[in-house]
């Protein structure tokens, strides 16, 4: 079973909040989240937060989404953070050295 993910914006700010499962099953809502901004994000218009703290579980597949709305958005350019990673959470994300492509807080 896989999770949900819902999407607010508030100014130059949209907040994709996961819960449950993050894996490749949510490749199709997860896209849909960010496509409408991500040009925005890459002029530096809009700052994308990935919202973990409902996250109970990420596979590789989540991982490479992430990537993805990272090379999307503008690659080392782009403003996307990561934020309320459970510890499990976060461990995968340091494994994976994603704070070298992402502000994790």
């Known amino acids: ?17 996961i819960k449950g499962r993050f894996n ?5 809502q997860f896209r849909t989240a960010y496509q409408g901004e ?5 002029e530096g218009k809009m700052k994308f937060i990935i919202d ?3 996250t109970e579980y ?12 990272r ?3 503008g690659s080392n350019d782009a403003n996307i953070e990561i934020v ?5 959470i976060r461990k995968i994300l ?8 992402f502000k994790i807080s």
Do not use: W, Y
């Open 24 to 28: 490749f099953e949510m490749h199709s």
């Open 84 to 88: 309320n990673a459970r510890p499990e």
């Open 52 to 54: 973990l703290s409902g």
């Open 1 to 17: 079973m896989s999770g949900t993910i819902s999407v607010s914006r508030e100014s130059n700010q949209q907040t994709i909040s």
């Open 71 to 73: 090379e999307e958005a």
């Open 58 to 69: 990420i596979d590789s597949s989540a991982l490479g989404m992430l990537l993805l709305l």
């Open 94 to 101: 340091e494994t994976a050295n994603f704070q070298r492509l």
């Open 38 to 42: 991500v040009e925005q994000c890459k």
